[in-house]
């Protein structure tokens, strides 16, 4: 749990890409709920496993869809020390 919430924290630092903020979190699974858990923002958009099987995408859809993950990719590489 806490190598999630600095894994995001670390997103946010270095890149542009969109990411929930953590609002709490508990890495001790002692605790009411009996296991670890994160509380986050949820981030506005369409999960893409449900958008693929409903509908279909353009052409300029898909490929922008493709580009914007590339550019996620190349920053999590490059920007993170």
């Not at 670390?10 to 990411?19: N, R, S």
């Not at 994160?38 to 898909?62: D, H």
Request: proline residues 5%; glycine residues 2%; positive net charge.
């Amino acid at each position: 749990t806490e190598a999630e919430v600095q894994a995001l924290e670390l997103l946010t630092k270095y890149t542009t890409i969109p990411v929930p903020k953590v609002l709490a979190y508990s890495s001790d699974r002692n605790n009411e709920y009996g296991v670890e858990w994160i509380l986050m923002t949820r981030l506005p958009g369409k999960n893409m496993s449900i958008v693929c099987k409903v509908q279909e995408l353009s052409f300029n859809a898909k490929k922008s869809i493709m580009r914007d993950l590339a550019d996620y990719v190349a920053q999590m590489h490059f920007r993170i020390p």
